[in-house]
């Protein structure tokens, strides 16, 4: 799952926006002193960000050992060690905030997406992500989607085409839109609708899946019934954990959920020095 992150290089310009030139409040420690120190957390979560957290702490000096008694997607209950740390003191308060700003926002990404995956269960939907993620983050978001049990929407404008109501506008019709698009590339077409009449307009230009906007519950089940399976479809618009059952009870293959990634609360971490 994460084979396509070079971590070591990932994170070094969210250490430097934090160190700068050198941590000014760690060097009133010796230089050699040696620390322990224990992660907590303070509330239920799905841990994700094991690999970013270690690299952190490998860049500033990779004699800091660390021990994880937690597994990357874990739930895991309020006051769980998750791990412990044995190494120089300077550098374990120098990665510290570094280390504990990714994992509690990957962590808190995952634990979001695990409750729409649980919202969701005994349907045959899958909860998708969007390209509403924090800037420099999109990658590692989208990781923590899958780490929670969703699933990723296209990672950005490159690898798949989503035709909304502004490019329809622009290039004149719904078929004007999906033909032209693909003329241009072989990636998967998106259509977005607003009715049934839309509906009807995207079915005959064929794209390859068709995103059903703030429609009800009722005219979902219409669009499921019209479609039979003949293209997917995508529920998205004003959904939440309060409704988001039923509208997988519709029929409708995904529904896509930008809070996923943009409204997430950090995860309350705490990390107790020991010396």
């Not at 923590?144 to 049990?149: E, S």
Request: hydrophobic share 45%.
């Amino acid at each position: 799952m994460t084979t396509q992150f070079s971590f070591d290089s990932d994170i070094l310009p969210f250490l430097q926006e934090d160190l700068g030139s050198g941590d000014i409040t760690a060097a009133i420690i010796p230089a050699t002193q040696h620390a322990k120190a224990e992660l907590l957390t303070r509330e239920w979560m799905v841990l994700c960000g094991r690999e970013w957290f270690d690299a952190v702490f490998r860049h500033l000096d990779a004699a800091i050992v660390i021990e994880w008694h937690v597994l990357e997607g874990e739930h895991v209950a309020p006051d769980t060690l998750l791990c412990t740390l044995h190494g120089n003191a300077r550098g374990i308060l120098s990665a510290e905030r570094t280390a504990l700003n990714l994992l509690q926002t990957l962590s808190a990404t995952a634990t979001l997406s695990r409750e729409y995956a649980n919202a969701v269960a005994g349907t045959r939907c899958r909860v998708l992500d969007t390209r509403k993620t924090l800037p420099g983050l999109r990658l590692a978001q989208k990781y923590a989607v899958r780490c929670g049990g969703c699933f990723n929407h296209r990672i950005g404008l490159f690898d798949g085409g989503l035709i909304k109501e502004n490019h329809i506008f622009a290039a004149g019709a719904i078929a004007n839109a999906v033909r032209i698009a693909r003329e241009q590339s072989d990636a998967p077409v998106e259509v977005e609708v607003e009715s049934l009449r839309e509906l009807e307009e995207a079915l005959n230009a064929k794209p390859d899946r068709i995103m059903l906007d703030n429609f009800s519950l009722e005219d979902l089940r219409l669009a499921v019934q019209r479609v039979a399976g003949e293209i997917e479809l995508e529920a998205s618009g004003n959904i939440d954990l309060t409704t988001i059952h039923v509208v997988a009870q519709t029929g409708v293959d995904y529904i896509s959920i930008g809070a996923l990634t943009k409204n997430i609360r950090a995860i309350d971490l705490s990390l107790r020095i020991q010396l």
